[in-house]
T-cell receptor
Framework: AQSVTQLGSHVSVSEGALVLLRCNYSSSVPPYLFWYVQYPNQGLQLLLKYTSAATLVKGINGFEAEFKKSETSFHLTKPSAHMSDAAEYFCAVSTGANSKLTFGKGITLSVRP | NAGVTQTPKFQVLKTGQSMTLQCAQDMNHNSMYWYRQDPGMGLRLIYYSASEGTTDKGEVPNGYNVSRLNKREFSLRLESAAPSQTSVYFC?????????????FGSGTRLTVV
């Protein structure tokens, strides 16, 4: 079985500060990992994905994530937060072709002026 | 624009009423999914369809039925709505080149059961 843990439900940072959203996964086989962002009253948009190629993955809007097998982690970072980054962020895992996507519970990011 | 279209966007039902949520994708994807999103619970899989003509239960299927009408359309039916089914429902489809391409999501249906 596969699962994702996102510790905490809310993160608040100042504009211009580092953003770090944590994600740990559990999988019996090499995983595919994803980060999605959801802006208020909208659907989910793919930020970035890891598919067994480079361990450092760059996504849209300046976000990146690093796959660390030894730590079973896939943390999302952005060097400098912008007000427009305020949203809910979901980490997700799937394993193998035709596999279902399992989501974490999500983290709400707030950005203070 | 290509993508996943869900209708309706909002719905209020009385307990015991039935309704069908519609979903259509125009990306020629084989796999389609229905999720529900509740505060603090993330997204939970209700049903999915790996290909036209097949459907399977997900994590929380009770109280729901689905129909994969054709390759484009995947509908979710609530036969007798309950307040516990108040939620935001998302339909998604997945590219066919393995699972490495992630999902494309619709914009959601916000359902309230009173």
């Amino acid at each position: 079985a596969q699962s994702v843990t996102q510790l905490g439900s809310h993160v608040s940072v100042s504009e211009g500060a580092l953003v770090l959203l944590r994600c740990n996964y559990s999988s019996s086989v090499p995983p595919y990992l994803f980060w999605y962002v959801q802006y208020p009253n909208q659907g989910l948009q793919l930020l970035l994905k890891y598919t067994s190629a480079a361990t450092l993955v760059k996504g849209i809007n300046g976000f990146e994530a690093e796959f660390k097998k030894s730590e079973t982690s896939f943390h999302l970072t952005k060097p400098s937060a912008h007000m427009s980054d305020a949203a809910e962020y979901f980490c997700a895992v799937s394993t193998g072709a035709n596999s279902k996507l399992t989501f974490g519970k999500g983290i709400t990011l707030s950005v203070r002026p | 624009n290509a993508g996943v279209t869900q209708t309706p966007k909002f719905q209020v039902l009385k307990t015991g009423q039935s309704m069908t949520l519609q979903c259509a994708q125009d990306m020629n994807h084989n796999s389609m999914y229905w999720y529900r999103q509740d505060p603090g619970m993330g997204l939970r899989l209700i049903y999915y369809s790996a290909s036209e003509g097949t459907t399977d239960k997900g994590e929380v299927p009770n109280g729901y039925n689905v129909s994969r009408l054709n390759k484009r359309e995947f509908s979710l039916r609530l036969e007798s709505a309950a307040p516990s089914q108040t939620s935001v429902y998302f339909c998604a489809s997945r590219g066919d080149t393995g699972s490495s391409y992630g999902y494309t999501f619709g914009s959601g249906t916000r359902l309230t059961v009173v």
